[in-house]
Structure formats: C-alpha cells, structure tokens
Nanobody, 124 residues
Framework: QMQLVGSGGGLVQAGGSMRLSCAAS????????MGWFRQAPGKEREFVAA????????YYTDSVKGRFIISRDNAKNTVYLQMNSLKPEDTAVYYC?????????????????WGQGTQVTVSS
C-alpha cells in the first residue's frame, strides 16, 4: 500500500505562483510513475502532469506547458508541482496519484493510489 498526502494549496492572485507537495509513505516515489490531476467544480477530473517511473521524463497537458513543473525529491519521498503564472481557470482541487506503470500516461484509470486533494483558488 502507498499513502499520498497532498498539501500546499490555498488562495493566490492571478499571475502568482504556488507549489504543491505530495508526500508518499509505504512505498517510494521512485517505484511509481507519479502524476497530478485536478477537478474543477462541475467538471471531470483531468490530467495535469506526470513524471516517469525510472526515466524521470515529464509530460504536461497543453494548458499548463511552460507554466507548471513536476519534480520528484527521492530523499524526501515527495513529488512537487510548481505552478507559475497562475490563471483563474487553474482553480480546482488538485490530486496527486501514483501508477505502477512506467510512463507518463494521462489516463487517470491507470493510477493506483490517490491523495486526498488540495484546493487551489486563483482570483482574478
């Protein structure tokens, strides 16, 4: 079993930055591909970013490319999502997730473990 605890959300003005953290326990983040997803009110959960299991290759949805960065700190067993140039449309609950797969698949059904979600609100 793997437990994921997300943190770092809050309220920020448009154009600002925020860093989300996802602390893992029970398993190491290097044993899984790690991803971030988000869900806005009334919308389906969508893929944001992922980092490959061994390769460390990253992949982003088009709407966050150049603004968000996913990274992994193996010593802290934590995955981060650095979010820059935030927009009101980035407002959502953000979830971290872990997949036994090797790559950076955006399909949420392939993720095995999920964090509890952290709210990010971007004001205009």
């Amino acid at each position: 079993q793997m437990q994921l605890v997300g943190s770092g959300g809050g309220l920020v003005q448009a154009g600002g930055s925020m860093r989300l953290s996802c602390a893992a326990s029970g398993r190491t983040v290097t044993s899984y591909a790690m991803g971030w997803f988000r869900q806005a009110p009334g919308k389906e959960r969508e893929f944001v970013a992922a980092i490959g299991r061994y390769s460390g290759i990253t992949y982003y949805t088009d709407s966050v490319k150049g603004r968000f960065i996913i990274s992994r700190d193996n010593a802290k067993n934590t995955v981060y999502l650095q979010m820059n140039s935030l927009k009101p449309e980035d407002t959502a609950v953000y979830y971290c997730a872990a997949s036994r797969g090797l790559g950076t698949d955006p399909n949420l059904s392939l993720y095995d473990y999920w964090g509890q979600g952290t709210q990010v609100t971007v004001s205009s």
